[in-house]
C-alpha cells in the first residue's frame, strides 16, 4: 500500500475553541497554574480562527502577531516561534490557529498571549 498525501497530513487535537471572552489573562494564569504539565498530561492547547490585525518579525525568524478572534472586536498578541514573515502572502486576513494561552511578561505588565504551534492561511 502507497501512502496517499491525507495519509501525510498532520493532524493536532485540541481542547477546542475558546471563546473571545475567555482569551484573558485571568484564565491564562489558571492554566498556568494548572501544570505541572508534561508527557501524559499536556498543556491544554486550543483553535480557532483569527484576524490578522498586525504582524512583525521579533528576533530573527519569530512573528509576533496582533489577532482578533473572528466577529469580535476584542484584539489579543499571539507569537509564533520559528517562522518568518516571508512564509506568509501578504494578502493574508484571516488565519486558522492551534495556540496554548499564556501569560506575557513584558516591562512589567502582565497580559494574555496566544503561543502558536501551528498558523495556516485561511
Given at each position: 500500500r502507497h501512502l496517499s498525501a491525507e495519509d501525510l497530513r498532520r493532524e493536532i487535537l485540541s481542547d477546542g475553541e475558546l471563546s473571545d471572552n475567555a482569551l484573558n489573562l485571568e484564565l491564562a494564569e489558571a492554566l498556568r497554574a494548572g501544570g505541572p504539565w508534561g508527557q501524559g498530561f499536556p498543556e491544554p492547547l486550543f483553535d480557532g480562527v483569527f484576524e490578522l490585525v498586525n504582524r512583525r518579525i521579533v528576533g530573527e525568524k519569530h512573528l509576533k502577531l496582533v489577532v482578533r478572534p473572528a466577529g469580535s472586536q476584542q484584539v489579543i498578541d499571539a507569537i509564533a516561534f520559528n517562522t518568518v514573515d516571508d512564509d506568509w502572502p501578504v494578502d493574508v486576513k484571516q488565519v486558522e490557529l492551534a495556540y496554548r494561552l499564556d501569560?506575557?511578561?513584558?516591562?512589567?505588565?502582565?497580559s494574555a498571549q496566544l503561543m502558536v504551534e501551528y498558523i495556516e492561511p485561511v
Open positions: 501569560v506575557n511578561e513584558f516591562n512589567g505588565k502582565r
